[in-house]
């Protein structure tokens, strides 16, 4: 199979840390766009990319190279995320019920996405599918990331990643042939 990090990743095993910082830097822009189209904010995106390589930098040494590095890595960031994403859910839950509890009437929110144009409207879209649904597309579509290296980066089997690319797709499609349907 071949890794072109197998080396770096060898050395940052045996405590070097300026391998690591090799591979941090080899890979942090890939990483960066991944989790920004996860999470739809440049800010959360760098929080997550700085998570994602501290754990990784935690997790090497139980690396095997079973994988590529750069799959193991898109794992950790993907995980960082989903866990990010059912915090920040939790957060919010509770942040409604007491906004609920404290005022008698709802604030009434913009919804319109600032980019109006078709990019603003397929990034909207794509942050109102479930995270897994959005882990799917974004590792396979943005990233060209095929099946069984999504699979490996989510923890599921490749039907699963097929399953949820088919429901987000029929999602995507119906939501942007509504446009009013989006936020």
């Known amino acids: 199979m071949g890794d072109p990090d197998e080396a770096l990743v060898r050395d940052s095993q045996r405590g070097d840390p300026a391998a690591f910082e090799s591979l941090v830097r080899r890979h942090q822009q890939m990483i960066h766009a991944l989790l920004w189209r996860m999470t739809g904010s440049v800010e959360d995106a760098q929080d997550l990319a700085q998570e994602t390589f501290l754990r990784a930098w935690e997790q090497l040494p139980g690396f095997q190279g079973r994988a590529k590095f750069s ?11 989903l866990n990010w994403r059912e915090r920040e859910a939790r957060r919010h839950n509770a942040y409604g019920r007491y906004a609920q509890e404290a005022a008698c009437e709802a604030d009434p929110g913009d919804g319109a996405h600032p980019d109006g144009g ?11 599918l479930p995270a897994k ?14 099946h069984a ?8 089997s490749e039907t699963t990643v097929s399953w949820r690319l088919f429901t987000a797709r029929r999602k995507l499609k119906r939501w942007l042939a509504r446009p009013d349907s989006l936020p």
């Open 71 to 81: 799959t193991w890595l898109c794992r950790i960031a993907v995980n960082a995320c």
């Open 149 to 156: 290296e999504a699979a490996r980066v989510l923890g599921c």
């Open 133 to 146: 649904q959005r882990a799917a597309i974004v590792l396979t579509v943005y990233e060209g990331l095929n």
């Open 118 to 128: 078709l990019a603003g409207r397929v990034h909207a879209a794509l942050l109102k």
